[in-house]
Every structure is written in C-alpha cells, then in structure tokens.
C-alpha cells in the first residue's frame, strides 16, 4: 500500500530554532506539494516540485523558509529561524504527472503539526 | 486565476439523513474540480474528480457530485450519510495546463448527530 510518510509527525520548537520537515513521496511520482494548514487561513500551498524542478514557491515566505528535492524519495521543507506563526500543520502531498497538462490525483501523507513556542 | 468558494463552514445532519455541500468556482475554462475529505489528524482523501464527459461523477464512500457549468458550481452529496461521514470536506480546483497544482477551498466541517 503505497503512501506519503512524513516526519516527524509532531515537532514542538523555541522560536528562533531551526525546522526541518521531510517527505517521501510514493516511488515513481513526480510532482511534489507541500501545503500549510491553519485555522485562519485554510491549505495553502507553499511549493511545488516537478521532477525535483521547483515550478512554483510563491506561496512561501522567501525569507525564512525553504524546499528542496535532493533526490527523488525525498523532499524537505526548512524553516530558519521559526517563528510562532509558523505554528500550523504542514502537508506534504505527491503525484503522477506526466505531461503538464494531465490532471492526477494527489496523494496526501498525514502531516507535520508544528508548534512554535 | 482560479479560486474556489465553499459557503458552509459548518453543517450537521442526522445520521441517515441525505447531504449536500456546496462548491461554486471561479475559472475562464472549463476547469478540473475535486472533492477531497479529510478526517480529525489525516490527509486529504480523494473522494472524486470531474475533468470532462458525464457532469454526475461518482465517488469513494457513496458520495457524489455533479458539475454545473451555468451556476459555476460542483456540489457534492450523499443519499444517507453515515456517522463515519463526520470529517472536513475541501473542494478544489486546477487549471488547465496547471500541472496538478491545485486551488482549495476552505471547507466544510460536518458534524454527524445520531
């Protein structure tokens, strides 16, 4: 049963720490999401990778956070320095997509909830 | 650009009774529409998908949704809902040409009462 794992699953931080999130995507996908769900503000997407390529950060605040896709099982999500406003829980979500304009289902794992003290 | 407005923040129904959450969308073309669930502490499920054809889709869990290009709206229902029904319902839209990224909603919470 394939399936998108993220860790760690729960992640409690001072301000001012460093945070990073991983995600292994299921074998074989090739686009990659990462989401932030708040409250306040619903899922937004943050990035989005396709063939380790990032086609689309504008969701993401520049200046502190960061994504990476060093191979193709893994992708990070950074945050330096955090902050408690960053408090929210970060979706990681992959998919099969083979020409851009051909629409799949994304697969999503079950999450990183952050805390920001 | 695309964007997608789920009026209900809330709904409760009766167990067994029928259901209907609302998605109206905003987007030039015909777009691609999807209605995910997401239960207390997961990801997003699936639930199902509309890109062309038949506009009544068939879902996972006994739901459904129909596509209405003249009200821009792709409600989504189920006859009688079932006290596991109790989730976050997000309605989503993609762009043609849009590489799977995806506009959600903001969804809906249903509460089930027995």
């Known amino acids: 049963d394939a399936r998108v794992t993220q860790t760690p699953r729960d992640k409690v931080t001072e301000m001012g720490q460093e945070v990073t999130m991983r995600c292994q995507p299921i074998l074989g996908h090739n686009t990659v999401f990462w989401y932030r769900q708040t409250m306040m503000q619903g899922l937004e997407l943050l990035a989005y990778?396709?063939?380790?390529?990032?086609?689309?950060d504008s969701g993401m605040p520049k200046d502190r956070f960061s994504a990476e896709m060093p191979d193709a099982t893994l992708a990070t999500l950074k945050i330096q320095p955090s902050e408690p406003r960053d408090s929210a829980v970060y979706f990681c979500a992959s998919g099969s997509n083979p020409l851009a304009e051909i629409y799949n289902e994304q697969f999503f794992g079950p999450g990183t909830r952050l805390t920001v003290l | 650009a695309q964007s997608v407005t789920q009026p209900d923040i809330h709904i409760t129904v009766s167990e067994g009774a029928s259901l209907e959450l609302r998605c109206n969308y905003s987007?030039?073309?015909?777009?691609?529409l999807f209605w995910y669930v997401q239960s207390p502490g997961q990801g997003l499920q699936l639930l199902l998908k509309y890109f062309s054809g038949d506009t009544l889709v068939q879902g996972i869990k006994g739901f459904e949704a129909e596509f209405k290009r003249s009200q821009s709206s792709f409600n989504l229902r189920k006859p009688s809902v079932h006290w596991s029904d109790a989730a976050e319902y997000f309605c989503a839209v993609g762009a043609r040409g849009g590489g799977n990224k995806l506009t959600f909603g903001t969804g809906t919470q249903l509460k089930v009462e027995l």
């Open positions: 987007y030039g073309a015909t777009p691609y």
């Open positions: 990778f396709r063939n380790r390529a990032p086609l689309d």
